[in-house]
């Protein structure tokens, strides 16, 4: 069974640092690629990051390219989220979902997601 | 935020069928990326339901189908059912410089 177990999640300030984890088991981690997709409180689905199964890949949502930064280390089957420089709008469950794919494209969907961490930026 | 438009809500009596549409542009469905759909139930992660415009997973009731044409696709319910309460949200690819992967706005269904 595929698990996806996110944590990290915490109460920081504004222009504060967090580092998101996710603990994938059930499944060949380094044969997918993974993602970040999160969701604010009462809101819907936003799409964050990606990184391809050797971690040769990342990208980012323009919201927040150059603040975030994502990665993996298929050793211990896990991902990572680098979380700076967080701003209000950056308050959000954060998942973690297993592509559908190795290799992201176009047809990449999402059938697995870990519970969400929920990380708040508050003063 | 979201590029791909759904109704807020939808609802519908226990055993009728409801029908929630997803309207996108020539940068994701209209390009012919294929649209996906979850299910999120309350206090819950999102579960997928419908992946390639209207294959259904192992273990999702043939009471789900999907479909796409032109710039929009659609999740059809048939025999609505109390545990089907939930929020629906459609999935694509884009291919303009915001971001590769886009989600819709999202439908709370409400059965009545």
């Known amino acids: 069974e595929v698990q996806l177990v996110e944590s990290g999640g915490v109460v920081v300030q504004p222009g504060g640092s967090l580092r998101l984890s996710c603990a994938a088991s059930g499944f060949t981690f380094d044969d997918y690629t993974m993602h970040w997709v999160r969701q604010a409180p009462g809101k819907g689905l936003e799409w964050v990051s990606l990184?391809?199964?050797?971690?040769?890949?990342?990208y980012y949502a323009d919201s927040v390219k150059g603040r975030f930064t994502i990665s993996r280390d298929n050793s211990k089957n896990s991902l990572y989220l680098q979380m700076n420089s967080l701003r209000t709008e950056d308050t959000a469950l954060y998942y973690c979902?297993?592509?559908?794919?190795?290799?992201?494209?176009?047809?990449?969907?999402?059938?697995?997601w870990g519970q969400g961490t929920l990380v708040t930026v508050s003063s | 935020q979201s590029v791909l438009t759904q109704p807020p809500s939808v609802s519908g009596a226990p055993g009728q069928r409801v029908t929630i549409s997803c309207t996108g542009s020539?940068?994701?469905?209209?390009?012919?990326?294929?649209v996906h759909w979850y299910q999120q139930l309350p206090g819950t992660a999102p579960k997928l339901l419908i992946y390639g415009n209207s294959n259904r997973p192992s273990g999702v009731p043939d009471r789900f189908s999907g479909s796409k044409s032109g710039t929009s696709a659609s999740l059809a319910i048939t025999g609505l059912q109390a545990e089907d309460e939930a929020d629906y949200y459609c999935?694509?690819?884009?291919?303009?410089?915001?971001?590769?992967?886009?989600f819709g706005t999202g439908t709370k269904v409400t059965v009545l």
């Open positions: 020539s940068s994701n469905i209209g390009a012919g990326y294929d």
């Open positions: 999935q694509s690819y884009d291919s303009s410089l915001s971001a590769f992967y886009v």
């Open positions: 979902a297993k592509d559908s794919h190795r290799y992201y494209g176009s047809g990449s969907y999402y059938p697995h």
């Open positions: 990184i391809s199964w050797d971690g040769g890949s990342t």
